[in-house]
Nanobody
Framework: QVQLVESGGGSVQPGGSLRLSCAAS???????MGWYRQAPGKQRELVAT???????NYADFVKGRFTISRDNAKNTVYLQMNSLKPEDTAVYYC????????????WGQGTLVTVSS
């Protein structure tokens, strides 16, 4: 009933940029969409979220570098990633929260971002 498909991952050098996209196929309105990331051996962590009302939330480690945006009509969320660092290397997962209470959520398959020289 809700499917999330990420794209835009890849390999870049430090200081480079990538733009991730997540297209949602959903029969529900989605209160919040966003991005989480997980590196090997690490806990999955929030990167950024945006609500249907365009309210955004960013992790401290990406503030000033990443920008999340959303096209509600298309049910698509984007993550513009600038000034990438090696520690940004992770699998990035799209996330959707249907009702805003974190009890009705969906995950995408993930897209790999690798930042290295």
């Amino acid at each position: 009933q809700v499917q999330l498909v990420e794209s835009g991952g890849g390999s870049v050098q430090p200081g480079g940029s990538l733009r991730l996209s997540c297209a949602a196929s959903s029969i529900f309105n989605l209160y919040s969409m966003g991005w989480y990331r997980q590196a090997p051996g690490k806990q999955r962590e929030l990167v950024a979220t945006v609500t249907s009302g365009e309210s955004t939330n960013y992790a401290d480690f990406v503030k000033g570098r990443f920008t999340i945006s959303r096209d509600n009509a298309k049910n698509t969320v984007y993550l513009q990633m600038n000034s990438l660092k090696p520690e940004d290397t992770a699998v990035y997962y799209c996330h959707a929260d249907v009702n805003g209470y974190n009890d009705w959520t969906y995950w995408g398959q993930g897209t790999l971002v690798t930042v290295s020289s």
